[in-house]
């Protein structure tokens, strides 16, 4: 029972740490763009074989894309 006293604080401090994270991660906007990274993902390949044919040396010299801001407030990726 002693170890209750010691256990039920600690699981509640963990608990609202994880909530406190999961809070951050939206407001800093963490998930705004879930489908952006797997579209990218499927888009860069094509695009990289028609900008670059000269093989991967070439493709690790290129930038990667960056955002922009529409002005409605969401960024869009080119």
Same mark, same amino acid.
């Given at each position: 029972m002693n170890a209750l006293l010691f256990l039920v604080p600690i699981a509640l401090?963990? @608990? $609202? $740490?994880?909530? @406190?994270?999961? /809070? %951050? #991660?939206? +407001?800093?906007?963490?998930? &705004? *763009? /879930? *489908? @952006? #990274?797997? %579209? +990218? #993902?499927?888009? &860069?390949? &094509? !695009? *990289? !074989?028609e900008r670059t044919p000269a093989g991967p040396a070439a493709r690790r010299s290129t930038p990667p894309p960056r955002r922009r801001d529409d002005g409605s407030g969401r960024r869009t990726w080119p």
């Amino acid at each position: 029972m002693n170890a209750l006293l010691f256990l039920v604080p600690i699981a509640l401090f963990l @608990g $609202l $740490l994880g909530l @406190g994270a999961f /809070v %951050w #991660a939206l +407001r800093s906007g963490q998930y &705004e *763009d /879930v *489908d @952006g #990274a797997a %579209w +990218r #993902a499927l888009q &860069e390949e &094509e !695009e *990289d !074989e028609e900008r670059t044919p000269a093989g991967p040396a070439a493709r690790r010299s290129t930038p990667p894309p960056r955002r922009r801001d529409d002005g409605s407030g969401r960024r869009t990726w080119p």
